[in-house]
């Protein structure tokens, strides 16, 4: 991996098309945590699911409605929710326009890890849903991730 310099722009960064989420891993050089940015059509969001892993969602663009435990609110450009692992959580845009948002996970990597096996997966296939494709829980499970029917 390149040394990071310290300056990210818009886009530069990993990025995996995930549906109509497209998500920008930027680099760092810690192991701490890792910083995703995003950007999503009306109605396009994470459902709700837990892990181990703390996740923190900067809203830079657009209107979102966030769950963290039983709490749902909107939060708009510069409004900020936390999910302490474990803790069940969802986020999706609102609209009317595309929305964006940093995320932040911690320890490093996990959240990154689960996405590229994901994108990886529908690559080798062609489509999630043929036949002998790993299904997303399945790979969510492997990651420590939860999907939660709600």
Not at 11 to 18: A, D, I, N
Not at 20 to 29: I, S, W
Not at 46 to 54: F, K, N, V
Request: aromatic share 8%; charged share 20%.
């Amino acid at each position: 991996m390149t040394e990071a310099s310290g300056f990210f722009p818009v886009g530069e960064g990993k990025t995996y098309q995930l549906g109509q989420v497209r998500m920008t891993f930027k680099p760092t050089l810690g192991g701490d945590y890792s910083l995703c940015e995003t950007s999503s059509v009306p109605g396009s969001g994470a459902g709700l699911h837990r892990h181990a892993y703390d996740e923190w969602h900067v809203i830079i663009e657009g209107s979102y409605e966030s769950r963290v435990g039983e709490e749902v609110r909107t939060l708009g450009p510069g409004d900020m929710m936390f999910a302490p692992g474990g803790t069940p959580h969802r986020i999706k845009n609102l609209g009317p326009g595309v929305g964006r948002q940093l995320g932040i996970t911690s320890p490093a990597g996990l959240f990154e890890a689960f996405v590229a096996e994901v994108v990886e997966s529908q690559i080798d296939s062609g489509s999630a849903s043929r036949q002998g494709v790993p299904a997303l829980r399945d790979i969510a499970a492997k990651h420590g991730i939860e999907f939660i029917d709600a």
